[in-house]
């Protein structure tokens, strides 16, 4: 008997990851999958949204607490494997925007109460 049978564990709806930034294990929808590129001299990890460019990947959570954590245990070229430096503003730039976009999506959400420091007295 397996230990799924055995707990009553219900298996995740799509596979694990690992975030590179804070090593909590999520549903691979949940994370963002982030390459190296090396087409303008330099090495930068991008974002791959689409999760269909070539090569190894690293997950990240869409946090920017997560991607400041991963910049900070150099953990973008540790897990790309790649040995020399590597610039990841490009990622930190589009997890700001993601979050950005949806911070004004939820102020706008029609029937919502605004935030309180929002409201007239």
Do not use: N
């Not at 799924?4 to 804070?22: D, E, F, K, Q, Y």
């Not at 610039?87 to 029609?110: I, L, T």
Request: glycine share 8%.
């Amino acid at each position: 008997m397996t230990d799924r049978v055995r707990t009553g564990a219900v298996p995740p709806p799509g596979p694990l990851r690992t975030c590179i930034g804070c090593r909590q294990r999520a549903v691979d929808h949940d994370l963002l999958r982030v390459v190296a590129d090396s087409d303008s001299g330099s090495l930068r990890a991008v974002p791959d949204p689409r999760r269909r460019a070539s090569g190894r990947g690293a997950w990240v959570h869409r946090d920017l607490a997560c991607v400041d954590l991963a910049i900070r245990r150099r953990a973008f070229g540790r897990a790309l494997r790649v040995a020399a430096p590597m610039d990841p503003g490009p990622v930190r730039e589009h997890v700001a925007a993601q979050q950005d976009q949806h911070h004004q999506d939820d102020q706008h959400e029609p029937g919502k109460t605004p935030p309180a420091e929002s409201r007239r007295r």
